[in-house]
């Protein structure tokens, strides 16, 4: 079965064509996304013009790449920008026109279920109790759990590219910005993990997203042409040397370095104090890359009801 999935997340918006079946590992088979930055593009709490007529624009590319690559089920979603916009139910109406498919919107907590999901079938059950930290554009999510359902789960609105916005003025941003935006941080955060807290302590800690990947290749991971099998971590240690080296450094700068895009280069320091933070108060001193994260893990809980796709022409993807 070939299923595709188009995630309009707050910073990428991400088509991902898969063949898949019950039991089977999915196998990319295409991928097309654009650089979008949502989030930037809210303008009184609203989706600007501008960003609804991209969005359109690239949607129907994609049902195009739907119809052309014979896609048999098609999952649309958003996340974190289009949930906390005034508009954005009035949005979603005209990208399901383009999408050829509802346009739904992922709550936080079901951001962090999926995204747990596809590290836990990544990962295996030898990791025992399983901590995924995942920094989006706009939230950060975390989830903790023995099985392949989390037994607690916390969304905080700290993505990479919120925090850059609203926390880190200047480029590069001044030392006094980056310590209040800091303080501010690791205050918003502090309370939110306590229900990670009480859980039982994790055996094993894996992080997902592009935030996560870009500081690992900072601070001497393999880059990804060395293949998702290849294994990746980053220390609490060696990030508290890429943030220091990142807070000297413009947005142009940071792109030069190995691992950093030009699309991102603007928020990865902002990624990178998040991600301090959460391993700092958390207590975690080193997690391991996972490759799989929310589209992925979207994919196996459609595979996991299987038996719906005859009945259900939305092509969503049930109670997930």
Same mark, same amino acid.
């Given at each position: 079965m070939r299923l595709g999935v188009i995630d309009i997340g707050s910073n990428t918006v991400h088509m991902l064509v898969v063949d898949a079946h019950y039991g089977a590992r999915?196998?990319?088979?295409?991928?097309? *996304?654009?650089?979008?930055?949502?989030?930037?593009?809210?303008?009184?709490?609203?989706?600007?013009?501008?960003?609804?007529?991209?969005?359109?624009?690239?949607?129907?590319?994609?049902?195009?790449?739907?119809?052309? !690559?014979?896609?048999?089920?098609?999952?649309?979603?958003?996340?974190?920008?289009?949930?906390?916009?005034?508009? /954005?139910?009035?949005?979603?109406?005209?990208?399901?026109?383009?999408?050829?498919?509802?346009?739904?919107?992922?709550?936080?907590?079901?951001?962090?279920?999926?995204?747990?999901?596809?590290?836990?079938?990544?990962c295996g059950w030898s990791t025992g109790n399983l901590l995924v930290l995942d920094i989006g554009g706009g939230s950060l999510e975390m989830a903790i759990g023995m099985d392949e359902e989390p037994d607690s789960v916390v969304s905080v609105p700290l993505g990479a590219g919120r925090v850059t916005n609203n926390l880190l003025p200047g480029d590069p941003p001044s030392p006094d910005v980056i310590r209040e935006a800091r303080r501010a941080i690791r205050t918003q955060l502090a309370s939110a993990v306590r229900p990670i807290l009480r859980a039982p302590n994790p055996d094993t800690v894996v992080a997902t997203s592009k935030t996560f990947r870009s500081l690992a290749?900072?601070? /001497?991971?393999?880059?990804?042409?060395?293949?998702?099998?290849? *294994?990746?971590?980053?220390?609490?240690?060696?990030?508290?040397?890429?943030?220091?080296?990142?807070?000297g450094l413009t947005a142009a700068q940071r792109a030069k370095l190995s691992g950093v895009s030009?699309?991102?280069?603007? !928020?990865?320091?902002?990624?990178?104090?998040?991600?301090?933070?959460?391993?700092?108060?958390?207590?975690?001193?080193?997690?391991? #890359?996972?490759?799989?994260?929310?589209?992925?893990?979207?994919?196996?809980?459609?595979?996991?009801?299987?038996?719906?796709?005859?009945?259900?022409?939305? /092509?969503? #993807? /049930?109670?997930?």
């Open positions: 999915p196998l990319p088979a295409v991928t097309h *996304k654009i650089a979008l930055r949502l989030s930037e593009h809210l303008r009184d709490d609203r989706i600007g013009e501008s960003a609804i007529t991209t969005l359109t624009a690239y949607l129907d590319q994609a049902r195009e790449v739907v119809e052309d !690559q014979g896609v048999e089920v098609v999952m649309a979603f958003a996340t974190s920008a289009m949930r906390e916009a005034l508009n /954005g139910e009035e949005v979603l109406a005209q990208l399901a026109v383009h999408a050829g498919t509802p346009v739904r919107v992922l709550s936080g907590p079901d951001e962090a279920r999926m995204t747990f999901l596809a590290a836990r079938r990544w290749r900072l601070a /001497g991971a393999a880059p990804s042409g060395e293949g998702a099998l290849v *294994k990746r971590t980053l220390t609490r240690a060696d990030l508290g040397g890429v943030v220091t080296m990142l807070s030009a699309t991102r280069s603007a !928020q990865v320091l902002g990624g990178a104090l998040v991600a301090q933070a959460a391993m700092d108060l958390l207590g975690v001193d080193e997690v391991t #890359i996972c490759p799989w994260a929310l589209r992925e893990g979207l994919i196996l809980r459609r595979l996991d009801t299987l038996s719906d796709i005859v009945t259900d022409t939305t /092509g969503w #993807i /049930g109670d997930a």
